[in-house]
């Protein structure tokens, strides 16, 4: 059985078997800080804008849990850098990087939609390690590392045996810039909706990627994600057991923002489905800005 990429990472970065536990603690200790700050700030916003584009908002529950989770980071573990949501690039960003997403789905949070996450990844020269994703109106926090394994709160947790696309339940998710382009995942979610027992949009990146690693859902592919929605989950979903890669190739490149996230039993006939969708025509959309232009 060929070796995990999130473990190959943790050897390239040199982290030995007692910093592994200490940066997973660190890690579950900063997710579960943020899910607290979330929860103080549920129902109860005082200020929500839009960052620039449809959509994209944020909170001032955004920027109180960033703050506090990346005092928190840079308290105890300050050697390493960050990649944040909110404050963007602090340190280098060529070694050891935490990438935090204070609170992902923050338009569910802003319309009291139950749905969302704090989520905290490592990640090695831009290749995931650790993660853990605090979901605290589940009072579930999911964590794992390699040499460790993976869990929600303490209990141990795998992807799903499913093994047929017709008996499987997916999930996706549309990006931002949606509005202005063909390739905006609408026919892919039409297609495969007709392909399987169902599929969800959930709007939280982070919290799909954890109900894929327990084996709640089976298989989930999304495009337009940033680093900091992809870090954590990615190494949870494989450390459970499943198959990260991207649309087309056995390869992942959490730069290119599209991720496909299964169990192993049906990863290839998906990705067969995947590769037969064709973009909507613009004709579907009352939008003059319509690009069909690649991701």
Known sequence: ???LNCSV???KAGIS???MENLITVAKKASNIGGTILMEHYGSLCMVKNKGRVGDLVTNADLTAERKVLDYLN???PQISIHAEESGNLGPQ???VWCVDPLDGTTNFAHGYPFFATSIGLTWKNEPI???ISIPMLNETYWGAPGIGVFCNSKKITVSSAHRLIDSLLVTGFAYDRHNRLDNNYAEFCWLTNKTRGVRR????AVDLAFIACGRLDGYWERGLSKWDLAAGVALVELAGGKISDYKTNKFDISTGRVLATTPGIESELKAELSKVMPLEGKYFDSPNLKNVGS
Request: overall charge negative; glycine content about 14%.
């Open 1 to 3: 059985m060929s070796e």
């Open 9 to 11: 990472a943790a050897k």
């Open 17 to 19: 078997d007692i910093e």
């Open 75 to 77: 308290k105890l573990t």
């Open 94 to 96: 060529n070694s050891l």
């Open 130 to 132: 650790l993660g853990a």
């Open 202 to 205: 959930g709007g939280a990146a």
